[in-house]
Nanobody, 125 residues
Framework: QVQLAESGGGLVQAGGSLTLSCAAS????????MGWFRQAPGKEREVVAI???????????YYADSVKGRFTISRDNAKNTVHLQMNDLKVADTAVYYC???????????????WGQGTQVTVSS
């Protein structure tokens, strides 16, 4: 069973930056899509970024429109880690961020995958 452990969350002022990291166990990391989603109180889960495995013929990354140009996802298959560099953070980015392996989306909604415990990101004005 895959285990995912997020780190790097915290409190930052608007306009600041944070980098989230996720360490994954398991042998399937290199062939898995890895991503991040977030959930704010009272809101739906939002997938913010996905890094597809090297075997994907569609694309290498996905970003939600709300974070394009500000967030960057990267992965290190040798270390089974995935990172989310978040720049120019906004108050609206405040949420618990979860690392997810093999996210499944339907109609734009996240409906499956394996995720960790999450890490809180709070952006103050």
């Amino acid at each position: 069973q895959v285990q995912l452990a997020e780190s790097g969350g915290g409190l930052v002022q608007a306009g600041g930056s944070l980098t989230l990291s996720c360490a994954a166990s398991g042998r399937t990391f290199s062939v898995s899509a890895m991503g991040w989603f977030r959930q704010a109180p009272g809101k739906e889960r939002e997938v913010v970024a996905i890094s597809y495995s090297g075997g994907s013929t569609f694309r290498s990354t996905y970003y939600a429109d709300s974070v394009k140009g500000r967030f960057t996802i990267s992965r290190d298959n040798a270390k089974n880690t995935v990172h989310l560099q978040m720049n120019d953070l906004k108050v609206a980015d405040t949420a618990v961020y979860y690392c997810i392996q093999d996210p499944t989306m339907l109609g734009g909604r996240l409906i499956g995958g394996s995720w960790g415990q999450g890490t809180q990101v709070t952006v103050s004005s």
